[in-house]
């Protein structure tokens, strides 16, 4: 099916993310999914830009027409968030370089002092929007692997639902990749796992063991010098085996004569 939509309607631009296991917030989540795409735009060319959550914190902090006196609250939080940094100019520095850590941070900090920021899905959906139109394309296929530790570590999923119903309004199209199936999440209870259940199509995808066996074959790193003692290893072991099997073989045979 997604090769039927890229097919039809051109020029998507596909997406590519793999792993999980450092999102622990909603806002984390949307960062990093606007980033990946921000970075995948480049790659491929697109100059239209449009600005994200982070580049709304660079411009709250040193923007032009920016009110607040980050220097104060670089001193109010550093002890909390900010103990290594040399000052509040490294922050907006880690800003600019789309550092995720000291994103996650500073805009606690705005959340703190009760400064907004456009980081809801909502706000998100109208940013996907925006970058679909301006750069003329047909639509965002966002593949993301190794997902299972986000359901792992996220027991609520309301963002993650709300982002995935997008599709029903603009042509973003989100795959997560787990390598388990929605049931063995035990983090999730009924209710958030019909949520994904209803916004999420599941199609299991079963392994040949061959297949199996040639990604397990390629993990392994083959150290040429340790050949003689792997077969002297292997040969013990299918001795220990041999015995065993004969062993149980005899105990068979003893019962069926009784």
């Known amino acids: 099916r997604f090769k039927t939509l890229r097919e039809k309607n051109g020029n998507f631009v596909v997406v590519y993310r793999s792993g999980s296991g450092y ?7 949307l960062m990093e999914l606007q980033q990946s795409i921000i970075e995948r735009m480049k790659q491929l060319g697109y ?8 580049d709304q914190m660079v411009e709250k902090l040193a923007g032009e027409e920016s009110i607040i006196n980050w220097d104060n ?5 550093r002890g909390l968030y900010f103990r290594d940094a040399k000052g509040p100019e490294d922050i907006v520095d880690a800003l600019k370089k789309r550092d995720p850590q000291v994103s ?5 900090i705005l959340e703190n002092e009760n400064i907004a920021l456009a980081d809801t899905p909502a706000a998100v959906k109208e940013w996907l929007k925006e970058v679909i139109r301006r750069n003329n394309i047909a639509g965002i296929v966002f593949i993301w692997d190794e997902f299972t530790e986000y359901f792992n570590l996220n027991r609520n999923v309301t963002t993650l639902q709300e982002l995935a119903h997008a599709t029903q309004e603009i042509p973003f199209y989100l795959l997560l990749i787990t390598h388990r199936a929605l049931n063995q999440f035990k983090q999730l209870d009924d209710d958030n796992r019909k949520k994904l259940q209803d916004r999420f199509h599941n199609c299991r995808l079963e392994m040949e063991e061959v297949t199996a066996y040639t990604l397990l074959g390629n993990a392994i790193n ?3 010098h340790k050949v ?3 077969d002297g290893k292997r040969e013990i072991l299918w001795q220990q085996v041999e015995r065993i099997f004969t062993q149980i073989m005899l105990i068979g045979a003893d019962r069926l004569k009784r």
Do not use: C, H, M, Q
């Not at 609250?73 to 939080?77: I, N, P, S, T, V």
């Not at 996650?104 to 606690?108: D, G, L, N, Q, T």
């Open 47 to 54: 100059e239209t830009y449009v600005p994200g959550i982070i």
């Open 228 to 230: 003689n003692e792997w």
């Open 222 to 224: 083959v150290i040429s």
């Open 23 to 29: 999102i622990t917030s909603d806002r984390r989540f």
């Open 104 to 108: 996650e941070k500073v805009a606690k």
């Open 73 to 77: 609250l670089f001193a109010k939080y």
